[in-house]
């Protein structure tokens, strides 16, 4: 067992190590959330999904509650016994070391398996894998890519040496002279693929426009075909919290501002062909096919047919599992496929929905994150522009409370499971 859970652990009763009740000052310790719960042997019928930024951790802080949270998901041998995966927005990683970084932070084994980045929806575009595929983002964009099982990549990082003269928002860049060496030769794009916000918007957003407006290939002339090409893009969140006191942009900011220039640009309006991540139902149908894998992996034969989703944005954690609950009711009336919103280059009648037998779906609202309800941000409306209009009950919780621990207190008492 990890030393990061002898941390968290002293004998029998979990309690929280004062190295990490110093990580955050703010008031959503165990004074607040903690409760004594005797663990049961009875096997759930209900899974768990968990946002990270905001409910676990902030920033690269774990949350105090979170510890002791997840102490009453395990047994006595750090096993899981609720079914559990972790639905995050963030595109900046690989599945496998976003669960090495929750095992470090919970104290506890966490398997990729159990980790939804913004990007895994993806891995269903199958259409896309031998196409020339632009991607944009940070971390190991290529290598995410092609784990997802996309063949052919090319990144903004590759178009900047091949076309230097494009990249001119910065003057110091600019030069009067052609490059001395030939620009490497670059494939036609097919497709384009953002994965989460870059780190120099200004360079991403021209050559994101240039590709669109060229059709792809950057050595002609820009005609601004429409439709343009295909685009899959995750991560719609407007902000994010982070260890700073206010929220950050997120990747929904970046493009909203591509949609924004390609609209004044060309007078239309930027399609998706893929807009993955929360809110997107396919997310949450992604999320749950893992929650059932998780289950059978865990021992529990019988059905999982409750969902609870927990996060701190109502415009995505909670919006998005409200979403998908009218999903699955629509999807269980109907006798054809029903179309998630999101998905429009998805094929959904080559997707098993055989295995899924949740019908009933909870959104948890927590407050250690983005959600600010003293200033009124929850009236302003964050959510992206391809989910508009929406209604007023689909950004309302199931349940709303302090922290990751009350949530999962209230759950089981709600479940009647220890």
């Keep these: 067992m990890s030393s990061l859970r002898g941390l968290i652990l002293g004998g029998k009763q979990a309690r929280i190590h004062p190295l990490l009740v110093k990580v955050l000052p703010n008031h959503f310790t165990r004074r607040n959330c903690s409760q004594r719960v005797k663990k049961s042997g009875k096997s759930p019928d209900f899974g768990l999904l968990f946002d990270i930024d905001g409910v676990i951790i902030r920033g690269q802080r774990i949350l105090p509650s979170a510890p002791e949270a997840f102490t009453l998901l395990v047994d006595d041998d750090g096993r899981f016994r609720v079914p559990t995966v972790f639905v995050t927005n963030a595109g900046n990683a690989l599945r496998s070391q976003k669960a090495e970084q929750l095992s470090k932070w919970l104290g506890l084994q966490v398997h990729e398996d159990q980790v939804v980045m913004a990007h895994s929806p993806l891995k269903m575009f199958d259409q896309y894998f031998n196409k020339e595929v632009l991607i944009s983002g940070q971390g190991p964009t290529t290598e995410i890519a092609h784990n997802l099982g996309f063949l052919n990549t090319t990144t903004v990082d ?138 059978r992996s865990i021992g529990i034969t019988h059905p999982i047919t409750k969902l609870y989703a927990i996060g701190d944005n109502v415009h ?5 599992m409200n979403l998908y609950r009218e999903y699955v009711r629509r999807h269980r009336h109907s006798k054809s496929q029903v179309a998630m919103q999101g998905a429009r280059g998805l ?54 409370v302090k922290c990751v621990l009350e949530a999962i207190h209230t759950i089981y008492q709600r479940e009647k499971f220890s």
């Design 158 to 295: 590759d178009l900047c040496l091949a076309f230097p003269l494009l990249d001119c928002v910065d003057h110091k860049k600019r030069s009067a002279k052609p490059p001395a060496t030939p620009a490497p030769k670059i494939p036609k794009i097919d497709a384009v693929m953002l994965f989460g916000e870059p780190v120099r918007w200004e360079t991403s957003l021209q050559l994101l426009l240039d590709v669109l407006m060229t059709d792809g290939d950057l050595m002609g002339a820009p005609t601004a075909p429409y439709p343009h090409l295909p685009i899959l893009a995750c991560n719609m969140d407007l902000q994010w919290m982070a260890e700073a006191h206010m929220p950050r942009f997120g990747h929904g900011a970046f493009l909203l501002c591509l949609e924004a220039l390609y609209k004044k640009v060309t007078g239309k309006d930027l399609i998706y062909t893929a807009l993955v991540g929360k809110p997107s139902e396919i997310t949450y149908y992604h999320a749950e096919t893992m929650v059932q894998h998780h289950a």
């Design 316 to 320: 995505t954690d909670i919006f998005g």
């Design 347 to 400: 094929d959904l009648s080559t997707q098993d929905f055989r295995g899924l037998t949740a019908d009933q779906c909870y959104s948890v609202l927590v407050r250690t994150g983005v959600y600010n309800e003293e200033n009124g941000e929850q009236l302003l409306e964050h959510s992206p522009r391809d989910f508009l209009p929406i209604e007023a009950k689909l950004q309302e919780p199931s349940l709303t």
